[in-house]
């Protein structure tokens, strides 16, 4: 029954399928239809381009003030030079260039004057500048604290150090140069931040540092432990064509003949040279608004210690005056008094130790 009942079952047929009219021809593999490839017209290019350059311009106006600007435009303003400012920050000339151009666009502002020899600060500019290396400064100080923090949970043994010193153009260069130093001896991590001398103070009362390292002999009334390391030659820094760069011995009648900057803000390292060489020199400056102008058009030469074996001088010169014309700056380690802790010590141990090697060696 079953195979009758297959048998007697009749199946229609599958009807065809359906064609669906198109206006498009089919498509021929060998010809290239023009409804295949569309090529964008001269209008479309362009408006796509203005979309790409507006979008472009959006994303640098969307870039608000921040600490990359501040420190490049800190650093080209202390330098006189967005090239040397580069070199400063490990940066290619053109991210400063472009950091500064930024800012200003921002503020609406020029903040400096481009000329062959360098840049200079307009008015606005030098307004800005202070303002600026406070905030910059604050900043520093921020993420040191949090650095500091961050090592004191995990147990850290780092060595924390404040250096006694005024900002500089090159301060980040000579902290980086004094942990690479301090590392490679003591074989400890260091960070060594850069603070005055109310301000180092208050981070040792507070047990943010380790110690306080002071270029010149601190206060008698701090009521701190004061450890003295050894002593340093004061040092004269001018520009590289300086007419006395090229001579290896200068004497204070040779210095006399230009300005020379004795920086009030260097805490103790003031307090032991003004008294000794202010009243040997005709032309001395405590502070300094315009340091492009000082250096470059007034010749003028800073006093400061002389550490050349740390390499932080490479955009000018340190000469030497004789040994009987030269005050020696002593070298402090300052910490709390009666709770020197064992990091303080093991880096006194080793500064002295390096002293005396480097005496030894008669640098």
Known sequence: MTGRGARARKLSPTPPPRRIATSRPPFDTHTVQPWVIQRPTAEKTAGIRHRQDSSERMKERARPMNMTHIT???????LGSFSLAAQENDVTYQAVSKSIANLEAELGEELFVRDGRG?????????????????????NELK????HEARRRRGSTVIDIGLCIPPFCNDAKLRRGVER???????????????????????????????????GAPPKSSGCNVSAIGTVPAGLIMGPNHPLAAR????????AAYPVLIDQRF?????????????????????????????????????TPGVPTLG????????????????????????????????????????YASMLNLMSHGV
């Open 72 to 78: 490049y435009f800190v650093a080209a303003a202390t």
């Open 119 to 139: 840049v200079s600060l307009t008015p606005f500019g030098s307004g800005l500048l202070e303002k600026a290396v406070e905030v910059k400064e604050s900043f």
């Open 144 to 147: 040191a604290f949090a650095a």
């Open 181 to 215: 130093f301090v590392q490679t001896g003591m074989e400890r991590d260091v960070h060594v931040i850069q603070c005055s001398w109310e301000k180092g103070l208050t981070l040792l009362s507070a047990d943010k540092i380790d110690a306080l390292v002071t270029l």
């Open 248 to 255: 290896e011995g200068i004497t204070l009648e040779d210095v």
């Open 267 to 303: 805490d103790c390292f003031f307090d032991e040279m003004y008294p000794f060489y202010g009243p040997k020199l005709p032309d001395v400056r405590l502070s300094v608004d315009d340091s492009d102008a000082f250096h470059f058009q007034e010749l003028g030469l800073v006093l």
């Open 312 to 351: 932080i001088f490479p955009i000018g010169v340190m000469r030497f005056l004789p040994e009987l014309e030269t005050k020696k700056v002593p070298l402090c380690v300052v910490s709390i008094r009666g709770a020197k802790s064992s990091r303080c010590r093991a880096f006194e141990k080793f500064l």
